[in-house]
Structure formats: C-alpha cells, structure tokens
C-alpha cells in the first residue's frame, strides 16, 4: 500500500521541518522528489539523508514569490505526478501591530508562492493525464489563534484556494487536499525558543506543548504519513478537503 513508485513529486520547503519530513517519506515510497528551496544550502541536509537511503532526490535553488523563477524551475522539471505546496513563512502579530511590509511579506509568500507553484504545476499535472496537489494550510485557517493575523489571514487564503483547485480541475484527474496542523516540533520551534526565551527553554517547551490537547507536539514525520496517504492511490477517492491534524486542539481544546 501507498506505493508512489514511477512517480514524481515536488515539494516546497523541503529542505527542513514538515516539508523534508514529506520529502523522505515520498521518496521512501518509491518517488522521485525534487525539492524547491529559496537556497540549495538549504535543501542540502535532506537532499543527502534521501540519496544516502538509495532513493531519488533533486533540489533546486527557487523563490516561490517570484512567478517567472517559479515557471522556469518547475519546466525544468517536466511533467509531475504531485505538488506539495508546503513553502512558507511565519509572523506574530495582531492586525495593529503588523506592519505593512510584513502584511506584504506573508502574503507574497504564503499566499502568492502557493499561486505562483498551482499554476506552474497545473500544466505539468495534466502532461501526467493527472496528479495530486497537496496545499499546507493551518489551524489558523480554522479557528482563531492570537497574534497571528497575517499568518491566519494566509493560511485562509491557502483553504480557499484548495476548495477552488479541487472544483476546477475534477475533470482533469487532479486532486487537491489540504492539511492544517497545529503546533509541530521542528526546527522553528528550537529556533524561537532559543532566541525569546534562552534562559527557561525546557519550560517552555513544556508549555508549548500542553497547549495541544493531546499534550504533545505532533512529529513532522506524522504530517509527513498524512501527506503520503492523500497523495496515494489509496485516497484517490478524497478532494476537496482540509486534514486537521492538531491533537485535538480545533474540538478539545474549549
């Protein structure tokens, strides 16, 4: 089951956290991945630990905000079977306190580098006869999180265009989900941590943690077995849906 062998897979932001943990579990299954990352340096680390498993990877130096850099990566990869939009890129603030250049900052990355990749990929998807996009979007999408209105507003915006992709291209064997995940333990939480609260990290950590219901963060590697299952033959029944995968925090956490 979830064979993704003869397949080929791009993902964004995959040189680290939710998107490498993607990458490895697809190129696990047999796909050939091609990480986009903003530098090569970047996409390094995973690019080894998948080619050092004996399987199939690329990367490829991209800002996914600039259109025309995105048009030319993705033709030089030819025709795809998936898309995995996971690029993207935080910010903490309430609608006072967020500047103009970081409103414009979040949503030329996190709004239009998810543009900018669907209409690279659509192209190549129908080369395929078909494929499956994966859009990572947020529980902040879902429910309402403080400080965090650019980033809600985006990841809004994410859903949206999900729902929209998924209604457009039925007909053309495309298939487009999203996944919302709460808090995950990645890179980015070490690196918050370390810079806002460098003298207590343990009990913040701690405390970050026993905000999910569950009382835990989740692993990148169980967004990453989400993902692998809707870009699988095995959910080729599934479009047009969002996956919250939160620990429960959207219905527990009352």
Do not use: W
């Amino acid at each position: 089951m979830f064979s993704l062998k003869n397949k080929k897979a791009i993902v964004t932001g995959g040189g680290s956290g939710i998107g490498k943990a993607i990458a490895t579990i697809l190129a696990a299954q047999g796909a050939e991945v091609h990480i986009v990352e903003l530098g090569l340096e970047q996409a390094h680390t995973a690019l080894e630990e998948i080619k050092s498993a004996g399987n199939s990877a690329f990367s490829y130096a991209c800002d996914v905000s600039d259109h025309a850099s995105v048009i030319e990566t993705f033709n030089k990869i030819g025709k795809i079977d998936i898309l995995v939009n996971n690029a993207g890129i935080a910010h903490i603030g309430k609608v006072d306190t967020t500047e103009e250049a970081d409103f414009d900052r979040i949503m030329r990355v996190n709004v239009k580098g998810v543009y900018n990749c669907l209409y690279a990929a659509i192209p190549l998807l129908k080369l395929s006869g078909g494929g499956v996009i994966i859009n990572m979007a947020s529980i902040a999408a879902l429910i309402g999180l403080p400080d965090r209105f650019a980033y809600s507003t985006a990841k809004g915006a994410v859903k949206a265009m999900t729902m929209s992709v998924a209604k457009d291209y039925i007909g053309e064997n495309i298939r487009c989900n999203s996944i919302s995940p709460a808090r995950v333990h990645t890179p980015f939480v070490d690196g918050f941590l370390q810079k806002n609260y460098p003298d207590n990290i343990d009990e913040m950590f701690e405390k970050l943690s026993k905000t999910q219901p569950i009382g835990r963060m989740a692993k990148p590697e169980e967004v990453g077995a989400l993902a692998l299952y809707l870009c699988s033959d095995e959910a080729s029944f599934i479009t047009g849906c969002d996956y919250p995968i939160d620990g429960g925090f959207t219905t527990l956490n009352n």
